[in-house]
Structure formats: C-alpha cells, structure tokens
C-alpha cells in the first residue's frame, strides 16, 4: 500500500517538564515529524506523518508520543486535511 502524508495534532496531557524537555523526548522517540507546540497554556503536537492510512499514521505518532512519557487527551484534524483527503479517494 502507498503512502501518503497525514497532517494531524494530538493535544497532551500538562506535563511538568518544560516545552524543550519534552520535545526532545519527542524526538528521541523517533518523532522528527513532529511539531511540538503550546497553545493558550495547553501542549501539543502537530504531525506531519507518512503512512498506508490514517488509522496507522495516528496509531504511530500516539505511540510515539507514549513513549517519550507524555498523554493524550484527544485528536484534532483539520476540515481543509479531511475535504483533501476525501478528494484524493483516501
């Protein structure tokens, strides 16, 4: 199955580390896809992830963000990502 690129955020837990602490946990644990962020006072991480589908490109990235010891509250996808999607037939 080809891959194609998903743009997804997943929005964290507060975590006690600081932004650049648990960004470069991210990214040890293989997330160098990812665009660690905070928004009003909430930490995020944007993704930007190769995958056969979007089912596993989220199933990888939230592993990814488990391992580097952080939580996720809930999945945001953009309505332009979802219409692009859906016009490609994926």
Not at 16 to 22: A, E, I, K, T, V
Request: glycine share 6%; net charge negative.
């Amino acid at each position: 199955m080809l891959e194609r690129l998903y743009e997804f955020k997943l929005w964290l837990a507060d975590d006690p580390r600081d932004l650049d602490d648990w960004s470069g946990a991210l990214l040890a644990a293989g997330a160098d896809d990812s665009s660690p962020g905070i928004s009003c006072g909430k930490p995020y991480v944007k993704f930007h992830r190769d995958a056969p589908s979007l089912e596993e490109a989220v199933r990888s990235a939230h592993q990814d963000v488990v391992t580097a010891g952080l939580r996720v509250l809930r999945l945001e996808i953009e309505a332009e990502e979802l219409a692009a999607w859906n016009l490609q037939g994926h």
